[in-house]
């Protein structure tokens, strides 16, 4: 009996703790469970996927290269900051409120989701601040590529460029014509292109007035009562300049004492034959062209400068001219003449350069395109143009206050060129501005502006509750 009461004991006792190490066991479990459930919530969801070895290549879960490699998951950093527990977070500032994670003028004062499953982004203490600037975390300057330049002094070139063409130099330009009834005996092998040289022969002319004066001119210098007076023969000379007789015909005929029958016309300058009316045997009538030639060693450039860069454009600024038929190649001159009128219908105003041509290889009517550089010596407080944010009314720039703080502030700008623009008022020299990925820090501080303004509503309709919320009234 004692034995059966023994056997029966052991068996309750074995199964009571068969029992207690199950319970034991099961809660064991479920405590390891709730481990890997708090890890795995702890533990940030990937974003994606990439290539383990650098390659352009993606998956949204799990999966493996070629080469049997696991693809990397790639977190967002705002999850794999939330998900270090709070023992382990480098800083303690206080949360404030959470904001939309899409940007929404929506907050909460305790964690929420939005309707896409996206946490609410928190909102710390000191990054809700009121003097204007606007505060990035490290991490999102670099991702932003953020980068600051310091306002210095420089010389701001502005390039005019206007189109034109080329014109011939009016005070180099010669026309050979009669001054009393003539005739052609003779014309020298020139055409029009030729270029000739000063005094080189063009043609041979009689003419009876020309040879009148002649006679009487050596008539007078040979007379033995009056030819050794240099003032009797000094009317008769002046006839012969009157009828535009060379000099050198003149000085032939003092040297010889005899009259030609023929005159001979020569060239007065170097330069190319634009125009040649001489036929042999014409008659050619006073005033009658017989020979156009221009010197085309020094030409000019026409060119028509809007209106706008009127006020830049000044006599003696040099020009930069290139020839569209000879690319590659470039011609150095100077403003000479700033034209007093404005073409109504293009609104440009026509400016003349001076350009040297020695080659004579610009033509009149030559296209050309015109560089003026207006550049000024003078150094002055300039930016680059990427730093400017420009609404069409106003313009400001963000300044680089240190510690990932930026200031917006506003500026009034002069002349631009050469990728840079002259600030005029609100900037110092040494002053760091915002040169890349301004947008960005403008799109926040524009959205931390209009979450202030929504909290700030909320706030107001709160404090007027629901009864006062149309006013009071009577």
Not at 23 to 36: E, F, K, P, Q, V
Not at 206 to 224: D, F, G, H, Q, R
Not at 279 to 290: K, Q, S
Not at 370 to 377: E, L
Request: aromatic share 6%.
């Amino acid at each position: 009996m004692k034995t059966l009461r023994l056997l029966t004991a052991l068996a309750l006792g074995g199964g009571l703790a068969l029992a207690g190490y199950w319970h034991l066991s099961r809660a064991r479990g479920l405590l390891d469970a709730d481990i890997i459930s708090a890890a795995a919530a702890a533990e940030p969801t990937p974003l994606y996927y990439r290539h383990p070895g650098g390659a352009p290549l993606w998956s949204a879960g799990p999966k493996k290269d070629e080469r049997g490699r696991d693809y990397l998951p790639v977190y967002d950093d705002d999850q794999a900051v939330r998900a270090v527990p709070k023992p382990q977070q480098a800083s303690s500032r206080k949360i404030l409120y959470y904001r939309n994670p899409m940007g929404l003028p929506d907050t909460s004062p305790v964690p929420k989701k939005d309707s896409m499953g996206m946490n609410y982004v928190p909102v710390y203490e000191g990054d809700d601040t009121d003097d204007g600037t606007v505060k990035l975390s490290p991490g999102k300057i670099q991702r932003t590529g953020v980068k600051s330049e310091p306002v210095e002094r420089r010389s701001i070139r502005v390039s005019v460029k206007a189109p034109g063409t080329i014109q011939l130099d009016e005070r180099r330009v010669s026309v050979i014509a009669m001054r009393a009834e003539s005739f052609v005996q003779k014309v020298a092998d020139v055409t029009t292109g030729t270029r000739v040289k000063a005094g080189q022969p063009l043609m041979e002319i009689y003419s009876s007035a020309v040879a009148s004066a002649a006679a009487e001119y050596l008539a007078t210098i040979t007379s033995k009562t009056v030819g050794g007076v240099e003032t009797y023969g000094r009317g008769s000379r002046q006839r012969l300049i009157n009828l535009d007789v060379p000099d050198a015909v003149i000085a032939e005929m003092d040297r010889t004492h005899t009259s030609p029958v023929t005159i001979r016309w020569s060239a007065p300058r170097d330069g190319i034959v634009l125009e040649r009316g001489a036929i042999e045997g014409m008659r050619a009538n006073p005033g009658d062209v017989l020979f156009r030639i221009a010197d085309t060693s020094v030409v000019w450039a026409l060119v028509d400068v809007a209106e706008r860069d009127l006020g830049d454009i000044a006599v003696g600024q040099s020009v930069a001219v290139r020839a569209r038929s000879f690319p590659g190649r470039t011609f150095t001159g100077k403003i000479a003449v700033v034209y007093p009128q404005v073409n109504r219908d293009t609104r440009t105003v026509r400016v003349r350069i001076e350009l040297a041509n020695p080659d004579a290889v610009l033509l009149p009517d030559m296209y050309v395109d015109a560089d003026i550089d207006t550049a000024d010596a003078a150094p002055v407080l300039a930016i680059q143009d990427s730093a400017v944010l420009d609404t069409g009314s106003r313009q400001s720039v963000l300044v680089d206050t240190g510690e990932g703080r930026f200031e917006p502030r506003e500026v009034r700008l002069g002349r631009r060129g050469g990728g840079y623009v002259e600030v005029r008022e609100g900037l110092s020299v040494g002053e760091a501005v915002v040169t890349s990925a301004n947008f960005l820090i403008d799109a926040e501080s524009n959205l931390k502006a209009a979450l202030k303004g929504f909290g700030e509503a909320a706030s107001r309709v709160t404090d007027v509750g629901p009864g006062n919320a149309t006013g009071d009234r009577k």
